[in-house]
Protein backbone atom coordinates (compact mmCIF):
# COMPACT_ATOMS: atom_id res chain seq x y z
CA UNK A 1 0.00 0.00 0.00
CA UNK A 2 1.56 2.98 -1.13
CA UNK A 3 1.81 5.84 1.58
CA UNK A 4 1.76 10.12 1.15
CA UNK A 5 4.59 12.02 -0.52
CA UNK A 6 6.17 13.83 2.69
CA UNK A 7 8.36 16.60 2.34
CA UNK A 8 11.39 15.75 4.38
CA UNK A 9 11.39 16.80 8.07
CA UNK A 10 14.90 18.68 7.42
CA UNK A 11 15.91 22.08 9.02
CA UNK A 12 14.55 24.01 12.12
CA UNK A 13 10.99 23.98 13.24
CA UNK A 14 9.75 26.83 14.98
CA UNK A 15 6.76 26.70 17.24
CA UNK A 16 5.05 29.84 17.60
CA UNK A 17 3.08 29.83 21.11
CA UNK A 18 0.31 32.84 21.45
CA UNK A 19 0.50 32.64 25.56
CA UNK A 20 3.50 32.11 27.25
CA UNK A 21 2.37 31.04 30.49
CA UNK A 22 2.10 28.50 32.77
CA UNK A 23 2.03 25.67 29.81
CA UNK A 24 4.05 27.09 27.13
CA UNK A 25 6.97 27.76 29.50
CA UNK A 26 6.56 23.91 31.14
CA UNK A 27 6.39 22.86 27.30
CA UNK A 28 9.35 24.33 26.25
CA UNK A 29 11.48 23.72 29.54
CA UNK A 30 10.79 20.01 28.87
CA UNK A 31 11.94 20.25 25.39
CA UNK A 32 15.23 22.18 26.18
CA UNK A 33 16.30 19.33 29.09
CA UNK A 34 15.35 16.84 26.53
CA UNK A 35 17.62 18.23 24.50
CA UNK A 36 20.54 17.93 27.16
CA UNK A 37 19.45 14.40 27.29
CA UNK A 38 17.92 15.36 30.63
CA UNK A 39 14.27 14.13 31.76
CA UNK A 40 11.90 11.61 29.71
CA UNK A 41 9.32 13.24 27.71
CA UNK A 42 6.47 11.24 29.66
CA UNK A 43 2.96 11.79 28.74
CA UNK A 44 4.32 12.14 24.72
CA UNK A 45 2.67 9.77 22.15
CA UNK A 46 4.91 10.55 19.51
CA UNK A 47 7.86 9.96 21.40
CA UNK A 48 6.96 7.13 23.89
CA UNK A 49 4.25 5.41 22.60
CA UNK A 50 4.62 2.45 19.94
CA UNK A 51 2.70 1.48 17.16
CA UNK A 52 1.60 -1.92 15.82
CA UNK A 53 1.76 -2.44 12.23
CA UNK A 54 0.37 -5.43 9.96
CA UNK A 55 -0.67 -8.38 11.90
CA UNK A 56 -0.35 -9.10 15.21
CA UNK A 57 2.04 -12.47 14.48
CA UNK A 58 4.07 -10.19 12.75
CA UNK A 59 5.67 -8.81 15.84
CA UNK A 60 5.98 -5.17 14.24
CA UNK A 61 5.90 -2.64 16.73
CA UNK A 62 7.95 0.30 16.26
CA UNK A 63 8.12 3.94 18.35
CA UNK A 64 5.88 6.60 16.51
CA UNK A 65 9.06 8.66 16.27
CA UNK A 66 10.98 5.82 14.64
CA UNK A 67 8.41 4.71 11.66
CA UNK A 68 6.83 8.30 11.36
CA UNK A 69 9.07 11.19 9.66
CA UNK A 70 8.54 13.42 12.31
CA UNK A 71 10.71 16.55 12.94
CA UNK A 72 12.96 15.84 16.06
CA UNK A 73 12.36 17.92 19.16
CA UNK A 74 16.42 18.69 19.22
CA UNK A 75 15.07 20.56 15.78
CA UNK A 76 12.22 22.55 17.69
CA UNK A 77 12.62 26.53 18.05
CA UNK A 78 10.72 28.72 20.12
CA UNK A 79 9.01 32.26 19.84
CA UNK A 80 5.40 33.70 20.90
CA UNK A 81 3.55 36.50 22.28
CA UNK A 82 2.13 37.64 25.93
CA UNK A 83 0.53 40.04 28.13
CA UNK A 84 3.53 39.82 30.04
CA UNK A 85 7.05 40.61 29.39
CA UNK A 86 8.62 37.80 31.24
CA UNK A 87 11.39 35.44 29.60
CA UNK A 88 10.20 31.90 29.81
CA UNK A 89 12.54 31.38 32.46
CA UNK A 90 11.06 34.11 34.54
CA UNK A 91 7.48 32.82 33.53
CA UNK A 92 8.54 29.24 34.74
CA UNK A 93 9.64 30.52 37.91
CA UNK A 94 6.35 32.64 38.40
CA UNK A 95 4.36 29.47 37.21
CA UNK A 96 6.05 26.72 39.92
CA UNK A 97 5.44 24.07 37.98
CA UNK A 98 8.51 22.95 38.11
CA UNK A 99 10.96 23.21 40.65
CA UNK A 100 14.26 25.65 40.27
CA UNK A 101 16.87 23.33 40.69
CA UNK A 102 15.01 21.34 37.17
CA UNK A 103 14.75 24.65 35.37
CA UNK A 104 18.77 25.13 36.46
CA UNK A 105 20.32 23.43 33.57
CA UNK A 106 18.02 24.98 31.01
CA UNK A 107 18.06 28.56 32.08
CA UNK A 108 20.20 30.59 29.92
CA UNK A 109 18.40 29.28 26.68
CA UNK A 110 14.91 30.29 28.59
CA UNK A 111 15.61 33.28 29.37
CA UNK A 112 16.93 33.95 26.05
CA UNK A 113 13.45 33.52 25.09
CA UNK A 114 11.33 36.84 25.24
CA UNK A 115 7.78 37.32 24.05
CA UNK A 116 6.84 39.48 21.62
CA UNK A 117 3.92 42.36 21.94
CA UNK A 118 0.64 41.11 22.26
CA UNK A 119 -2.43 41.27 20.26
CA UNK A 120 -4.79 43.12 23.13
CA UNK A 121 -8.91 43.37 23.93
CA UNK A 122 -9.98 43.94 26.89
CA UNK A 123 -13.53 42.78 25.95
CA UNK A 124 -12.52 39.52 25.02
CA UNK A 125 -10.18 39.10 28.61
CA UNK A 126 -11.67 40.89 31.64
CA UNK A 127 -9.40 39.65 34.37
CA UNK A 128 -5.82 40.48 33.34
CA UNK A 129 -4.50 43.64 31.85
CA UNK A 130 -1.06 43.35 29.75
CA UNK A 131 2.32 44.65 31.84
CA UNK A 132 3.71 44.26 28.11
CA UNK A 133 3.07 47.35 26.16
CA UNK A 134 0.34 45.65 23.31
CA UNK A 135 0.50 46.19 19.25
CA UNK A 136 -0.20 49.77 18.31
CA UNK A 137 -2.54 49.17 15.41
CA UNK A 138 -5.22 51.22 13.79
CA UNK A 139 -7.50 47.86 12.99
CA UNK A 140 -7.47 44.26 13.63
CA UNK A 141 -6.28 43.88 9.49
CA UNK A 142 -3.17 45.72 10.85
CA UNK A 143 -2.90 44.06 13.99
CA UNK A 144 -2.96 40.87 12.08
CA UNK A 145 0.03 42.46 9.24
CA UNK A 146 2.08 43.06 12.53
CA UNK A 147 1.96 39.53 13.86
CA UNK A 148 3.35 38.00 10.15
CA UNK A 149 5.77 40.74 10.36
CA UNK A 150 6.75 39.32 13.83
CA UNK A 151 7.04 35.64 12.93
CA UNK A 152 9.42 36.69 9.78
CA UNK A 153 11.46 38.02 12.08
CA UNK A 154 11.11 35.04 14.33
CA UNK A 155 12.30 33.07 11.49
CA UNK A 156 14.52 35.16 10.21
CA UNK A 157 16.80 35.23 13.12
CA UNK A 158 15.98 31.51 14.29
CA UNK A 159 16.78 30.62 11.41
CA UNK A 160 13.57 28.16 11.11
CA UNK A 161 12.37 26.62 7.93
CA UNK A 162 9.12 26.04 8.85
CA UNK A 163 6.78 26.54 11.62
CA UNK A 164 3.61 25.90 13.51
CA UNK A 165 1.53 28.29 15.87
CA UNK A 166 -0.42 26.79 18.74
CA UNK A 167 -2.82 28.84 21.08
CA UNK A 168 -1.57 28.55 24.79
CA UNK A 169 -3.29 31.82 25.55
CA UNK A 170 -5.97 32.40 28.17
CA UNK A 171 -9.93 31.57 27.20
CA UNK A 172 -11.29 34.40 25.93
CA UNK A 173 -15.12 35.48 25.99
CA UNK A 174 -17.37 34.06 23.63
CA UNK A 175 -17.91 36.40 20.66
CA UNK A 176 -21.63 36.69 19.49
CA UNK A 177 -21.79 35.30 15.96
CA UNK A 178 -20.70 37.96 13.49
CA UNK A 179 -21.31 38.27 9.37
CA UNK A 180 -17.53 38.15 9.85
CA UNK A 181 -17.19 34.32 10.48
CA UNK A 182 -19.05 33.36 7.80
CA UNK A 183 -16.51 33.72 4.93
CA UNK A 184 -13.15 34.67 4.01
CA UNK A 185 -14.03 37.85 2.00
CA UNK A 186 -16.69 39.29 5.04
CA UNK A 187 -13.69 38.25 7.76
CA UNK A 188 -11.31 40.15 5.60
CA UNK A 189 -13.67 43.43 5.48
CA UNK A 190 -13.99 42.96 9.36
CA UNK A 191 -10.63 42.90 10.22
CA UNK A 192 -10.21 46.21 8.21
CA UNK A 193 -13.49 47.90 9.62
CA UNK A 194 -12.40 46.38 13.41
CA UNK A 195 -15.36 44.00 13.64
CA UNK A 196 -16.41 43.35 17.62
CA UNK A 197 -17.18 39.59 16.49
CA UNK A 198 -13.17 39.07 16.06
CA UNK A 199 -11.21 37.98 18.92
CA UNK A 200 -7.28 38.26 19.57
CA UNK A 201 -6.91 34.48 18.64
CA UNK A 202 -8.85 34.38 15.49
CA UNK A 203 -6.37 37.57 14.45
CA UNK A 204 -3.34 35.18 15.53
CA UNK A 205 -5.25 32.62 13.51
CA UNK A 206 -5.32 34.33 10.36
CA UNK A 207 -2.42 35.88 10.47
CA UNK A 208 -0.27 32.19 10.67
CA UNK A 209 -2.76 30.36 8.13
CA UNK A 210 -2.93 33.13 5.64
CA UNK A 211 1.09 32.17 5.60
CA UNK A 212 0.62 28.58 5.37
CA UNK A 213 1.66 27.81 8.98
CA UNK A 214 -0.85 24.82 10.54
CA UNK A 215 -2.59 26.14 13.65
CA UNK A 216 -4.07 24.59 16.71
CA UNK A 217 -5.89 25.78 19.36
CA UNK A 218 -5.50 25.01 23.33
CA UNK A 219 -8.31 26.73 24.65
CA UNK A 220 -12.09 26.80 24.39
CA UNK A 221 -12.37 30.23 22.54
CA UNK A 222 -13.79 30.22 19.19
CA UNK A 223 -10.85 30.81 17.20
CA UNK A 224 -9.93 28.93 13.91
CA UNK A 225 -13.41 27.10 14.48
CA UNK A 226 -15.16 29.15 12.07
CA UNK A 227 -16.12 28.77 8.46
CA UNK A 228 -14.08 32.12 7.25
CA UNK A 229 -10.87 30.18 8.47
CA UNK A 230 -11.94 27.24 7.85
CA UNK A 231 -12.30 28.42 4.55
CA UNK A 232 -8.63 29.97 4.50
CA UNK A 233 -7.02 26.72 6.24
CA UNK A 234 -7.97 25.36 3.11
CA UNK A 235 -6.67 27.50 0.39
CA UNK A 236 -3.73 28.55 1.76
CA UNK A 237 -3.12 24.76 2.90
CA UNK A 238 -2.46 25.14 6.68
CA UNK A 239 -3.72 22.23 9.21
CA UNK A 240 -5.50 22.67 11.72
CA UNK A 241 -6.72 21.52 14.40
CA UNK A 242 -8.49 22.76 18.18
CA UNK A 243 -9.65 23.03 20.70
CA UNK A 244 -8.93 22.92 24.06
CA UNK A 245 -6.37 20.86 25.58
CA UNK A 246 -7.61 17.55 27.24
CA UNK A 247 -5.87 17.37 30.61
CA UNK A 248 -7.41 16.93 33.71
CA UNK A 249 -11.27 16.53 34.22
CA UNK A 250 -12.22 15.71 31.06
CA UNK A 251 -9.86 13.06 30.33
CA UNK A 252 -11.20 11.37 32.89
CA UNK A 253 -14.78 12.13 31.99
CA UNK A 254 -13.67 10.84 28.28
CA UNK A 255 -12.11 7.86 29.47
CA UNK A 256 -15.40 6.60 32.34
CA UNK A 257 -18.23 7.93 30.04
CA UNK A 258 -17.19 5.49 27.44
CA UNK A 259 -17.36 2.93 30.07
CA UNK A 260 -20.59 3.41 30.98
CA UNK A 261 -21.81 3.39 27.47
CA UNK A 262 -19.88 0.01 26.69
CA UNK A 263 -21.70 -1.72 29.41
CA UNK A 264 -25.02 -0.03 28.91
CA UNK A 265 -25.27 1.47 32.07
CA UNK A 266 -27.75 4.10 32.72
CA UNK A 267 -26.76 7.52 34.15
CA UNK A 268 -28.88 9.96 36.44
CA UNK A 269 -26.40 13.17 36.90
CA UNK A 270 -22.28 13.64 36.69
CA UNK A 271 -21.62 16.66 38.82
CA UNK A 272 -17.87 18.51 38.42
CA UNK A 273 -15.67 20.60 40.81
CA UNK A 274 -12.30 21.73 39.48
CA UNK A 275 -10.18 23.67 42.17
CA UNK A 276 -7.23 25.45 40.12
CA UNK A 277 -4.92 28.42 41.33
CA UNK A 278 -2.85 29.58 38.15
CA UNK A 279 -3.72 32.35 35.80
CA UNK A 280 -6.13 30.17 33.87
CA UNK A 281 -7.71 29.80 37.05
CA UNK A 282 -8.14 33.84 37.38
CA UNK A 283 -9.36 34.35 34.45
CA UNK A 284 -12.27 31.48 34.52
CA UNK A 285 -13.33 33.58 37.20
CA UNK A 286 -14.42 36.03 34.89
CA UNK A 287 -18.11 34.35 33.71
CA UNK A 288 -17.93 35.22 30.61
CA UNK A 289 -14.63 33.37 29.93
CA UNK A 290 -15.86 30.51 32.17
CA UNK A 291 -18.80 30.32 29.95
CA UNK A 292 -16.85 29.30 27.15
CA UNK A 293 -14.72 26.99 29.24
CA UNK A 294 -18.18 25.30 30.88
CA UNK A 295 -19.03 25.40 27.19
CA UNK A 296 -16.24 22.80 26.06
CA UNK A 297 -16.68 20.88 29.03
CA UNK A 298 -20.41 19.90 28.97
CA UNK A 299 -20.54 19.11 25.64
CA UNK A 300 -18.29 15.63 25.77
CA UNK A 301 -21.16 13.52 27.80
CA UNK A 302 -23.53 14.33 25.29
CA UNK A 303 -21.24 13.55 22.78
CA UNK A 304 -20.20 10.35 23.88
CA UNK A 305 -23.84 8.90 25.45
CA UNK A 306 -25.84 10.06 22.23
CA UNK A 307 -29.18 10.72 24.52
CA UNK A 308 -31.47 10.50 21.06
CA UNK A 309 -29.62 6.92 20.28
CA UNK A 310 -30.47 5.62 23.99
CA UNK A 311 -33.24 7.45 25.59
CA UNK A 312 -33.87 5.84 28.56
CA UNK A 313 -30.20 5.55 29.42
CA UNK A 314 -29.14 8.98 29.12
CA UNK A 315 -31.83 10.90 28.23
CA UNK A 316 -32.62 12.65 31.66
CA UNK A 317 -29.17 12.78 33.23
CA UNK A 318 -28.27 16.19 35.04
CA UNK A 319 -24.87 17.33 34.40
CA UNK A 320 -22.98 20.32 36.35
CA UNK A 321 -19.98 21.72 36.06
CA UNK A 322 -18.02 24.13 38.45
CA UNK A 323 -14.62 25.75 38.32
CA UNK A 324 -13.43 27.32 41.56
CA UNK A 325 -10.24 30.16 41.79
CA UNK A 326 -8.34 28.84 44.62
CA UNK A 327 -4.99 30.74 44.64
CA UNK A 328 -3.22 28.16 47.03
CA UNK A 329 -3.31 25.68 44.48
CA UNK A 330 -1.60 27.10 42.01
CA UNK A 331 -0.70 24.82 38.93
CA UNK A 332 -1.92 21.52 41.20
CA UNK A 333 -5.45 21.28 40.08
CA UNK A 334 -7.96 19.08 41.74
CA UNK A 335 -10.55 17.85 39.99
CA UNK A 336 -13.54 15.57 41.94
CA UNK A 337 -16.57 13.89 40.48
CA UNK A 338 -19.51 12.38 41.46
CA UNK A 339 -21.68 9.90 39.47
CA UNK A 340 -24.58 8.64 39.77
CA UNK A 341 -25.23 5.66 37.70
CA UNK A 342 -27.57 2.68 37.52
CA UNK A 343 -27.84 -0.61 36.49
CA UNK A 344 -29.83 -4.12 36.47
CA UNK A 345 -33.74 -3.54 37.35
CA UNK A 346 -32.48 0.52 37.45
CA UNK A 347 -30.56 -0.30 40.90
CA UNK A 348 -28.62 3.17 41.91
CA UNK A 349 -24.49 2.96 42.10
CA UNK A 350 -21.98 5.49 42.84
CA UNK A 351 -18.77 6.72 41.25
CA UNK A 352 -16.52 9.25 43.14
CA UNK A 353 -13.19 10.28 41.50
CA UNK A 354 -10.57 12.76 43.03
CA UNK A 355 -8.13 13.62 40.26
CA UNK A 356 -5.23 15.81 41.67
CA UNK A 357 -3.43 17.09 38.83
CA UNK A 358 -0.95 19.03 37.59
CA UNK A 359 -2.31 21.02 34.64
CA UNK A 360 0.86 22.23 32.75
CA UNK A 361 2.42 18.93 33.30
CA UNK A 362 -0.18 17.47 31.24
CA UNK A 363 -0.78 19.88 28.72
CA UNK A 364 3.13 20.29 27.51
CA UNK A 365 3.43 16.87 26.10
CA UNK A 366 0.53 17.64 24.18
CA UNK A 367 2.15 21.06 22.78
CA UNK A 368 5.18 18.63 21.13
CA UNK A 369 2.58 16.19 20.28
CA UNK A 370 1.10 18.64 18.31
CA UNK A 371 3.59 20.15 16.65
CA UNK A 372 5.24 17.23 15.68
CA UNK A 373 2.13 16.56 13.90
CA UNK A 374 1.05 19.15 12.68
CA UNK A 375 4.34 19.86 10.65
CA UNK A 376 4.25 16.56 9.50
CA UNK A 377 0.49 17.09 7.69
CA UNK A 378 1.87 20.24 6.56
CA UNK A 379 4.77 17.95 4.74
CA UNK A 380 2.17 15.19 3.91
CA UNK A 381 0.08 18.31 1.81
CA UNK A 382 -2.90 17.96 4.11
CA UNK A 383 -4.97 21.25 4.80
CA UNK A 384 -8.02 22.32 6.48
CA UNK A 385 -9.35 20.30 9.93
CA UNK A 386 -6.94 17.51 10.71
CA UNK A 387 -9.87 15.39 13.25
CA UNK A 388 -7.17 12.69 13.32
CA UNK A 389 -5.66 14.79 16.30
CA UNK A 390 -9.23 14.98 18.24
CA UNK A 391 -7.52 13.10 20.51
CA UNK A 392 -6.07 16.02 22.32
CA UNK A 393 -9.05 18.52 22.33
CA UNK A 394 -11.63 18.96 24.70
CA UNK A 395 -13.87 20.13 21.75
CA UNK A 396 -12.74 18.52 18.85
CA UNK A 397 -13.25 20.37 15.75
CA UNK A 398 -14.68 18.37 13.05
CA UNK A 399 -16.77 19.20 9.65
CA UNK A 400 -19.96 20.84 10.17
CA UNK A 401 -22.10 18.47 9.23
CA UNK A 402 -20.65 16.26 11.28
CA UNK A 403 -20.83 15.15 15.04
CA UNK A 404 -17.27 15.13 16.83
CA UNK A 405 -16.23 12.32 18.07
CA UNK A 406 -15.10 12.30 22.10
CA UNK A 407 -14.61 8.88 23.31
CA UNK A 408 -10.86 8.72 24.14
CA UNK A 409 -10.31 5.78 22.85
CA UNK A 410 -12.03 6.05 19.51
CA UNK A 411 -10.16 9.08 19.08
CA UNK A 412 -6.59 7.15 19.65
CA UNK A 413 -7.60 4.61 17.19
CA UNK A 414 -8.52 7.59 14.71
CA UNK A 415 -4.85 8.83 15.30
CA UNK A 416 -2.81 5.50 14.64
CA UNK A 417 -4.92 4.88 11.71
CA UNK A 418 -4.59 8.13 9.58
CA UNK A 419 -0.67 7.73 11.04
CA UNK A 420 -0.44 4.14 9.71
CA UNK A 421 -2.49 5.49 5.97
CA UNK A 422 0.51 8.14 5.79
CA UNK A 423 3.22 5.79 6.09
CA UNK A 424 1.22 3.10 3.06
CA UNK A 425 0.33 0.13 6.40
CA UNK A 426 -3.16 -0.70 6.30
CA UNK A 427 -5.10 0.51 9.16
CA UNK A 428 -6.12 -2.21 11.93
CA UNK A 429 -9.62 -3.07 12.59
CA UNK A 430 -9.18 -5.41 15.41
CA UNK A 431 -11.98 -7.70 14.21
CA UNK A 432 -9.88 -10.69 14.80
CA UNK A 433 -11.48 -12.26 11.35
CA UNK A 434 -8.41 -12.79 9.65
CA UNK A 435 -6.94 -15.63 11.25
CA UNK A 436 -6.31 -18.99 8.39
CA UNK A 437 -8.33 -20.87 11.24
CA UNK A 438 -11.42 -18.34 11.07
CA UNK A 439 -14.68 -19.18 7.96
CA UNK A 440 -17.14 -16.84 7.42
CA UNK A 441 -19.59 -18.65 5.95
CA UNK A 442 -16.87 -20.61 4.03
CA UNK A 443 -15.94 -17.08 2.73
CA UNK A 444 -12.49 -15.42 3.77
CA UNK A 445 -13.50 -11.62 5.07
CA UNK A 446 -12.86 -9.17 2.61
CA UNK A 447 -9.65 -7.26 2.71
CA UNK A 448 -9.22 -4.16 2.04
CA UNK A 449 -8.10 -3.08 -1.40
CA UNK A 450 -4.05 -1.97 -2.08
CA UNK A 451 -5.15 1.18 -3.56
CA UNK A 452 -7.10 2.49 -0.92
CA UNK A 453 -6.12 5.79 0.16
CA UNK A 454 -9.03 8.52 1.68
CA UNK A 455 -7.85 11.95 0.68
CA UNK A 456 -8.10 13.15 4.28
CA UNK A 457 -8.36 10.40 6.58
CA UNK A 458 -11.36 10.43 9.41
Known amino acids: MKGMNMAPAGGRLGVLLPGMGAVASTFIAGVELMKKGIGDPIGSLSQMQTMRLGRRNEKRSPLIRDCVPLARPDDLVFGGWDLYPDSVYAAALKAAVLPPETLRPVSASLDAIRPMAPVWDRSYLRNLAPRHAPKKAKNKWEAACLVQEDIRAFQRKSGAKRCVMIWCGSTERLPAPGSAHRSLRAFERGLKSDAPEISPSM ?256
Open 203 to 458: VYAYAAISMGIPYANGAPNVSADIPALVELSREAGAPIAGKDFKTGQTLMKTTVAPMIKARMLGLSGWYSINILGNRDGEVLDDAGSFKTKEKSKMSVLDGILDSKLYPRLYGRYHHKVRIDYYPPRGDAKEGWDNIDITGWLGMPMQIKINFLCRDSILAAPIVLDLALFLDLAKRAGMSGIQEWLSFYFKSPQCRQDLNPEHDLFIQHWKLKNALRLMIGELPLDHAGLDYDDVKTNGRAPARRPASFWPRNPR
